[in-house]
């Protein structure tokens, strides 16, 4: 099938034979492995919870950074029912490829920032439902001794603001918010900056004492 021909077929949705179809456009080089494993995320979305859990072990085994940005992309997204059997391989993945906020000490990018919120969300959301940890449990512990750009970077975002939300109180960020802000201050003027810190304001406006 000619790469037009398959990406047409692909954008049908799930079918059972789209991943052999796949499996053959990959041997035959007409998708590279990262193109190969970014059509898996964009089946999964449809695919009945047997299939899942077989690509998202393939997904797991991919190794590529750019597949798990996708990954996580498809994870996080409450649309997505995903069966228990198949977040298991997607929390391996995840943990495997940490986004990367810079070299130490540099500031953080906006996209960059936006990737680890994405990330860290997908993240909880696969550990609670591999039945795992809970989301809180999951989000604190990863942010727990980060630095402070990872904890900005995630609760400065609408998921980290929903999370904020849903904790309720200051005490139970267990500092993560001081981490937060003090990346703020220390890049007085900064505009990414500035943008991160309006959004982790805006979340911890909601925040009881």
Not at 149 to 170: E, H, I, N, T
Not at 180 to 190: E, F, I, M, N, S
């Amino acid at each position: 099938m000619a790469g037009a021909a398959l990406d047409a077929y692909l954008d049908t949705g799930f079918q059972p034979d789209a991943v052999p179809l796949l499996d053959q456009a990959l041997a035959r080089g007409m998708l590279d492995r990262q193109a190969y494993g970014r059509a898996l995320v964009a089946l999964l979305r449809a695919a009945p919870p047997p299939w899942q859990s077989r690509m998202a072990g393939w997904l797991a085994d991919s190794g590529d950074f750019a597949v798990a940005d996708d990954a996580a992309g498809a994870a996080g997204d409450a649309h997505l029912k995903l069966g228990a059997d198949a977040a298991a391989p997607f929390l391996r993945l995840l943990r495997t490829h940490q986004p990367q906020l810079g070299r130490a000490g540099a500031a953080v990018s906006l996209e960059s920032a936006q990737r680890y919120a994405c990330w860290l969300h997908a993240l909880a959301r696969l550990a609670e439902r591999a039945g795992m940890a809970t989301h809180q449990d999951t989000v604190l512990a990863t942010l727990a001794g980060a630095d402070d750009g990872r904890a900005l970077s995630y609760l400065a975002s609408p998921a980290g603001q929903d999370f904020v939300f849903m904790v309720g109180k200051r005490a139970r960020l267990r500092g993560v918010d001081a981490a937060a802000a003090r990346a703020v201050a220390l890049h007085p003027g900064h505009p990414v900056y500035a943008t991160l810190g309006a959004g982790l304001w805006c979340g911890l406006g909601k925040l009881k004492d």
